[in-house]
């Protein structure tokens, strides 16, 4: 059976587990929180919905495992398409071209951009295997909505071999301005491959103001419409990555691309929900008072060079060196979830961040007291909800972030009793988004000291007033409200091309 919409993404929309008996079991995600439960939400709103992922093949013409598998959970009945891909293939497309060449170029680190071991034509093989294995399950005019940079040329392959369908891309990451953008030799390929999309989708203004700054660099592309930003995306206070007025349309070779702003949300009740639960409230307890009297700050972030960890400590650090009377009454817990430790440059940081951090208990710690307690492997999200609920301050500071739900989710599981306060940096998406927060240039180390001074020595009534604003800005972006969202986009689309048709 055809589908009328098929979601590519990278990523299975399920957890492989393997039993004893060597079997493998495809398990529901525990967490409805997250970018796969949040997508896998539209699998039940549609007639017949399918996915299409990557999955490892010794042999991609003669894989062992089922390429098409029927799945019903508790978000419906939908297919999965799993693409066999060899370990270099993966390794090439996705290790090397996106996460070595893309990655840094798209976060503003062209100092750690490397195009030289990219092998493009492995790139473009790939892509292309994932518009066949998309066009195939997908009816003549369905929606085709992909998603993020590794499969930028995937829309204008399916383009050729299912021209009627209806294309949606999703950009999950920052997109930066030409003068960054422009540095990738297939910069024109890639944007045009975008171009041939119906909508192209961004977290906020400021990306796709840049994506039509990068269209008009590389094509005749020209703004078809644009109109003052909506107010919940303009903050009260200017920040790095405000916009004023945002793109709708542009207009290419006779054609309308929908440009849409739409930032993906946490799952609000069901974190708000977990906050309450009994043996949530019991853990918070436990950390309460395995404290004492010290404060807790949490920063939870992956580890890498985005996501200012370095900065994190080098800022706790001098906290603790220049105001001695924070020593034994502040302790910071740093979640630096180490990923992609095979790639040079996420160990060369895991590898600072563990030194940094032996530093510091080293210099200031005591049998008593340790200033850092560094955790380099995923917390349960329960367990998550406690610290943040535990937390005084919640110190979030990328140096560069598409949204960063991070800081949501902290803001949704407060206590209104005894809310904590949000450190943001203002190069996260959220922080267009989020009022309430105390905004910080994690570039600046007096913006960064300042900061963390002014969030340990907030009052009640400060801490209580910036939390209601906080909560109420996460409660405007949920994954059910981009849900929504989206789905008017579909049919946005549809309607702009029976308007083009007439």
């Not at 497309?93 to 071991?117: C, M, Q, T």
């Not at 407060?414 to 240039?441: K, Y």
Request: aromatic fraction near 10%; proline fraction near 5%; glycine fraction near 4%.
């Amino acid at each position: 059976m055809k589908s009328d919409l098929v979601i590519v993404y990278h990523r299975q929309p399920y957890e492989e587990v393997e039993n004893e008996d060597g079997t493998v079991e495809l398990v529901e995600n525990k967490s409805p929180n997250g970018i796969v439960p949040t997508l896998k939400g539209f699998l039940g709103r549609a007639q017949h919905a399918s996915w299409v992922a990557w999955k490892y093949a010794d042999d991609p013409v003669n894989p062992e495992f089922e390429r098409t598998v029927e799945i019903s959970d508790s978000y419906g009945d939908y297919s999965v398409t799993r693409l066999p891909l060899t370990r270099d293939q993966v390794s090439s497309f996705y290790h090397v071209s996106s996460k070595e060449a893309f990655w840094p170029i798209l976060h503003g680190f062209k100092e750690r951009y490397n195009y030289d071991p990219v092998d493009w034509p492995t790139f473009r093989e790939v892509n292309w295997a994932f518009a066949e294995a998309a066009a195939e399950e997908a009816s003549d005019d369905a929606v085709i909505w992909v998603h993020d940079y590794n499969l930028w040329l995937v829309p204008a392959y399916i383009r050729q071999l299912k021209p009627k369908a209806r294309i949606a891309f999703f950009h999950h990451t920052p997109f930066p301005a030409p003068d960054m953008f422009n540095v990738l030799p297939w910069r024109e390929e890639i944007i045009r491959s975008l171009l041939e999309c119906d909508a192209v989708g961004f977290h906020i203004p400021r990306y796709a103001r840049n994506f039509l700054a990068c269209c008009r660099s590389q094509t005749s592309a020209r703004t078809a419409e644009e109109r003052a930003t909506e107010p919940a995306l303009v903050k009260r206070d200017s920040t790095a990555l405000s916009e004023r007025v945002t793109p709708v349309s542009i207009e290419f070779k006779g054609r309308k691309v929908l440009v849409d702003v739409n930032p993906v949300g946490v799952n609000y009740e069901y974190i708000a929900e977990l906050s309450q639960r009994d043996e949530v409230q019991e853990k918070v307890k436990e950390i309460r008072a395995s404290l004492g009297d010290c404060k807790l700050v949490v920063s939870i972030s992956r580890t890498d060079y985005t996501k200012g960890n370095i900065e994190q400590l080098e800022t706790f650090e001098r906290l603790l060196r220049d105001h001695p009377e924070w020593r034994g009454k502040v302790r910071l817990m740093l979640v630096s979830v180490a990923s992609n430790r095979n790639m040079a440059a996420y160990e060369e940081i895991q590898n600072k961040i563990e030194e940094l951090t032996g530093r510091i208990n080293g210099t200031y710690g005591n049998f008593e007291w340790q200033p850092v307690s560094l955790m380099s492997t995923a917390i349960p999200l329960e367990d998550l909800v406690a610290y943040y609920r535990a937390a005084d301050v919640a110190s979030i500071t990328p140096l560069a972030d598409g949204l960063n739900l991070v800081c949501s989710e902290y803001c949704v599981a407060q206590d209104e009793e005894r809310p904590g306060v949000l450190i943001l940096s203002e190069f996260a998406g959220a922080a267009v988004l989020l009022n309430g927060a105390i905004p910080v240039n994690p570039f600046s180390h007096r913006s960064m000291d300042r900061a963390l001074e002014q969030a340990l020595s907030m009052g009640p009534t400060e801490r209580a007033e910036r939390m209601k604003q906080l909560k109420e800005c996460a409660a405007r972006f949920t994954n059910a409200q981009w849900t929504d969202k989206e789905l008017e986009l579909f049919e946005r689309i549809r309607e702009t091309r029976q308007s083009q048709a007439a």
